[in-house]
């Protein structure tokens, strides 16, 4: 296990940013006098490919060697890492392949298509999906991406948190949804260089609280194929991120079905920001837990804005 | 007809600063390549009260006499006028009256209420509106404030393209929508002193195209109650708004009420932006019209995010 350092997000910084949006920093009035507290919200669902995942996509593909480039690069993900991976690879000019569940939406798959991915289809179990997954690299000799467990990965997400704190001064704390924990460990590296007095919270849907529990018992707790609205956020913790997770947040919060979709509206109908469930997550917890932000000047990870607009959940 | 001056633009800047936002302008490679230009969308969905209206409505409250002021403002609107109106009178603290239709959408109510205003409902027909507006001010002495065919709100929405041409250089156009030409009007007088050879398009829905034919008549030709989706565009020109179309507008270009939800959905889609379908109408009209601006760079006025999340037009 390789745990990234400051030093590599100094490295990600520089290699991703002529990649990525230097995206901006949105707040509402009318949400902070709810909230009780100024909330700054930092808009990932402008970035490129509609995703924070694009820092650390690009960071992996554009670290690689012009060798390792040659043979492309590979993951699985039937969300905004297969997108994200396909966008960077595109700037590259270098192969992808996504395998992903046939069962996937038409409109995932599009998605890696539109940026010049490939994409090939498994059955939807974890043994199919390794299997054909080992089947793709066998053949291309493809570079592996995992969508979070990756120090390459972790580094190029901690931009987002680097970015943030410079773009909002005297910070109390950050928010972010945690799925397999990416952002958050992205936002632990970054932060605890360049601020550490900032708290970490990560944010989590009820439904799928396998990093609330992880945190509770000291020890990852992975669930067996969770339900919630918000589908970013179903993966379970791995090695490298529940080592940040364990040591340096300071706690997990967690949300209903029903006030994660009720913060999404919120955010739409206020913030005319379109974004995704897992995006909303933060700020229905905040909502949830006023006492723990009262008064304080709060960062809240906007991870993403790729959302089914025909299928949208409070219709 | 008291014509509003550049020099009326320069006070309404100073006169609103406090009570509005400076908008961002976002783009979005995708859109560009499909359009064939460079397009720059100045984003007053994220305006205060969330619409460009806020300006106008601003530079009207906050230019009155403390006496005038007193008496508060009135105005007869069931869309962004009313509610902005009643955003900027509550910034003064003073009473503000709008005038609407029982019929009018509950969600419009809540918005004038919202920001503290008064709502005094009338019958839906021109008759009782203009009955129920004259006993609002015979009782009030409140001042009127007219949607559009004001000169205070001429030199308010005027800052809006103003703002555009300090933040993207070089621009050869901008296009709008129209409805009773206030924006279009202020996007006018800004521009033929600070950017006289940046061409001026309106954009309009062919089922409301009263404009469209205004200017290729040469006279104001109103329509009885059009039927569109972008329902802020169904009111007609007036003299002072004719006046600016007539001699400073390029063309009046249109499109379908298909084409322009194609157009909010992609810009919602691509761009992540809660936008109204008024809002999408430049978009529209752009894509059916990509001879027009071929390679040009184009300033794109998105006037609005008030929009009924619970009956959007696609669904």
């Given at each position: 296990m390789?745990?990234?350092?400051?030093s590599?997000?100094?490295?990600?910084?520089a290699?991703?940013?002529?990649?990525?949006?230097?995206?901006?920093?949105m707040?509402?009035?009318?949400?902070?006098?709810?909230?009780?507290?100024?909330?700054?919200?930092?808009?990932?669902?402008?970035?490129?490919?509609?995703?924070?995942?694009?820092?650390?996509a690009?960071?992996?593909?554009?670290?690689?060697?012009?060798?390792?480039a040659?043979?492309?690069?590979?993951t699985?993900s039937?969300?905004?890492h297969?997108?994200?991976?396909?966008?960077a690879?595109g700037?590259?000019r270098?192969?992808?392949?996504?395998?992903?569940?046939?069962?996937a939406?038409?409109?995932?798959k599009?998605?890696v298509?539109?940026?010049?991915?490939?994409?090939?289809?498994?059955e939807?179990?974890?043994?199919?999906?390794e299997?054909?997954?080992?089947?793709?690299?066998?053949?291309?000799?493809?570079e592996?991406?995992?969508?979070?467990n990756?120090?390459?990965?972790i580094?190029g997400q901690?931009?987002?948190a680097?970015?943030?704190?410079?773009?909002?001064?005297?910070?109390?704390?950050?928010?972010?949804?945690?799925?397999?924990?990416?952002?958050?460990?992205?936002?632990?590296?970054?932060?605890?260089?360049l601020a550490?007095?900032?708290?970490?919270?990560?944010?989590?849907?009820?439904q799928a609280?396998?990093?609330?529990?992880?945190f509770?018992?000291?020890?990852?707790?992975?669930?067996?194929?969770?339900?919630?609205?918000?589908?970013?956020?179903?993966?379970?913790?791995?090695?490298?991120?529940w080592?940040?997770?364990?040591?340096?947040?300071?706690?997990?919060?967690?949300?209903?079905?029903?006030?994660?979709?009720?913060?999404?509206?919120?955010i739409?109908?206020?913030?005319?920001?379109?974004?995704e469930?897992?995006?909303a997550?933060?700020?229905?917890?905040?909502?949830?837990?006023?006492e723990?932000?009262?008064?304080?000047?709060v960062?809240?990870?906007?991870?993403?804005?790729?959302?089914?607009?025909?299928?949208?959940?409070?219709?």
């Amino acid at each position: 296990m390789k745990i990234p350092e400051f030093s590599d997000v100094e490295a990600a910084e520089a290699r991703i940013r002529p990649h990525i949006h230097r995206t901006p920093v949105m707040s509402s009035t009318f949400i902070n006098e709810l909230a009780g507290a100024q909330l700054f919200f930092k808009c990932e669902n402008f970035q490129k490919a509609g995703a924070f995942k694009a820092r650390g996509a690009s960071n992996a593909v554009f670290g690689l060697s012009d060798d390792e480039a040659g043979r492309g690069v590979a993951t699985h993900s039937s969300g905004n890492h297969g997108t994200c991976l396909s966008y960077a690879a595109g700037r590259r000019r270098i192969p992808c392949t996504v395998v992903m569940p046939h069962t996937a939406p038409q409109a995932k798959k599009d998605a890696v298509k539109g940026y010049g991915g490939r994409v090939v289809e498994c059955e939807p179990s974890t043994s199919s999906r390794e299997a054909v997954f080992a089947e793709v690299v066998a053949q291309t000799g493809a570079e592996f991406v995992h969508p979070y467990n990756d120090p390459r990965v972790i580094a190029g997400q901690a931009t987002c948190a680097a970015e943030l704190v410079s773009q909002v001064a005297e910070l109390d704390a950050i928010v972010a949804p945690i799925g397999g924990g990416g952002m958050v460990s992205g936002s632990c590296l970054a932060l605890s260089t360049l601020a550490p007095h900032v708290k970490i919270y990560a944010a989590e849907p009820e439904q799928a609280d396998d990093a609330f529990r992880s945190f509770k018992a000291g020890h990852i707790i992975a669930d067996d194929a969770p339900q919630t609205v918000a589908d970013g956020l179903k993966v379970p913790l791995k090695d490298l991120t529940w080592h940040f997770v364990k040591n340096n947040v300071t706690d997990i919060l967690t949300a209903s079905e029903d006030e994660i979709v009720g913060a999404m509206k919120l955010i739409w109908k206020r913030m005319k920001l379109v974004m995704e469930p897992s995006s909303a997550v933060p700020l229905a917890a905040i909502l949830k837990s006023p006492e723990v932000f009262a008064g304080k000047r709060v960062g809240v990870i906007v991870t993403g804005g790729n959302v089914d607009l025909d299928k949208l959940p409070w219709n």
